[in-house]
């Protein structure tokens, strides 16, 4: 069901982009439901487009024991803490695993201070409690076309925000919309469609 490829979507490495490594807050008017009240980690942001994985929204419909049972990988411990999240709507059977700069494979891209892993050995090593301190296990990633993103922040669609592990990590989903906004010093009532482009 999943494959998961030692590529990034965009094929580029990482590090290219002005906004690869930040974090992307959707603005209260956000149309699009998909991406309402979302965070995005930015994996990969150049000329031929950017990528990047919701770090704040869950499939209830799939836990991380199912997902090791569907690959057939054998599990040392549960692992019922490895929450398995909507990265996006692009690509749903592809997973992605953005970790904890402690962890590398040959096949990690190193975006900012955080790996990004898409392998399957990854995803063995969190099954037998030997993968990277801190983790999120993602299915599907988000997409832009060439100057698609850049188009929608000048639209006021998105703010960007410096990454913060914590609100990529964090166990609290429901707060990292907030968290990431309160790390700019914002509260979402002071947001508006009609202020200046950040």
């Known amino acids: 069901m ?16 002005y906004l690869t490594g930040k974090l992307l807050i959707a603005m209260p008017q956000m149309q699009d439901p998909r991406f309402a009240r979302t965070v995005v980690y930015i994996c990969a942001h150049t ?29 040392a411990s549960p692992g019922a803490e490895i929450r398995v999240m909507f990265g996006g709507p692009v690509e749903t059977g592809r997973g992605f695993v953005l970790h904890s700069s ?3 494979q040959d096949s990690t891209l190193q ?39 850049d188009t929608e922040i000048q639209d006021n669609g998105w703010l960007i925000a410096p990454a ?3 609100i990529i990590f964090g166990h609290d989903l429901d707060a990292k919309w907030d968290a990431a906004l309160a790390g700019l010093g914002v509260s979402a009532g002071l947001l508006s469609g009609q202020a200046g482009h950040a």
Do not use: C
């Not at 000329?47 to 990988?73: C, H, W, Y």
């Open 111 to 149: 975006v900012g201070h955080v790996g990004l892993t898409a392998t399957l050995d990854i995803l063995r090593d969190l099954a037998q409690g030997t993968g990277p301190r801190r983790s999120l296990l993602a299915l599907g990633y988000a997409g832009w076309g060439p100057g698609q993103l």
């Open 102 to 104: 402690d962890y590398k």
């Open 164 to 166: 913060d592990e914590n």
């Open 47 to 75: 000329k031929d487009g950017a990528m990047g994985l919701v770090v704040n929204r869950q499939i209830e419909s799939l836990t991380f024991p199912d997902l090791l049972t569907q690959l057939k990988i054998e599990a």
């Open 2 to 17: 999943n494959d998961l490829t030692d590529k990034s979507p965009t094929d580029k490495p990482a590090g290219d982009g």
